[in-house]
Structures are given as C-alpha cells and as structure tokens.
C-alpha cells in the first residue's frame, strides 16, 4: 500500500470514528444498516452525512450493515482539502492515480456500491 495514500485513509477513517462517538454521545441511535439511517430524522445525506469537526468536516456513507470504515477518492479529496499536499500528493489526479494503483493491486476492495474497503481490514 501506497505510504500517503494509507496515512490519508487513516485519517479519514479517524475523523468519521469522531463523528459517529460525538453523534451517539447526542443521542443519535447509529444505523444496522445503511437502509436504516435513511429512515432516521436528522441532518443527513443519503446514506450518511457530513460532520464539522474541529479539524474540518467528514463526509461518510455508513455501509450496507452500518460500517463506517468505508470511503472513497472523491471524500478521501474533500477531506484533504488544501492539505493534499501534505499527505504527499501533487494534487487529486495524482491522488486518483495512486488509489487506483491500489485497487488493481488489490488493496482497496470495492464494495459494490461507491465505497471501498481497506482489503486487510475485510
């Protein structure tokens, strides 16, 4: 695996670990599935949601039985924002390289529908 490209999916697993605690700390019931938090009324996007951090915002899908592990290139882009740099790559065609490297490497496992999987992590 790509060094910056696993540190850039870290953190960004990290941040949506933060967000889903400081959403059940206020009393939002986490979803078993991504079906279910459709049916839920908070402030949310298909699937999931985006939370502002002190750090900057996140932006999740949870996974088809609630996983919240999951991401890919366009949220691991917005989450780097103008730190995209800092993880190591020139700008987002070069991180779009990189990550698809690692899928035809067979480190990132696509689920079947917009997200990805760290393989190992499976």
Sequence with gaps: MNNQLAILISDYQASVGVAVAMMQRSGIPLPTTNVDWV?????KHGYGCAVSLPTGT???DFGAHGEIDGFDVWRL?????DKLSAYGFADEDALNTCFDAEVAAGALMYCGYILYYLADAT
């Design 39 to 43: 049916g839920i009324r908070y402030f």
């Design 77 to 81: 882009a917005d989450f780097a924002g």
């Design 58 to 60: 996140v932006d999740f």
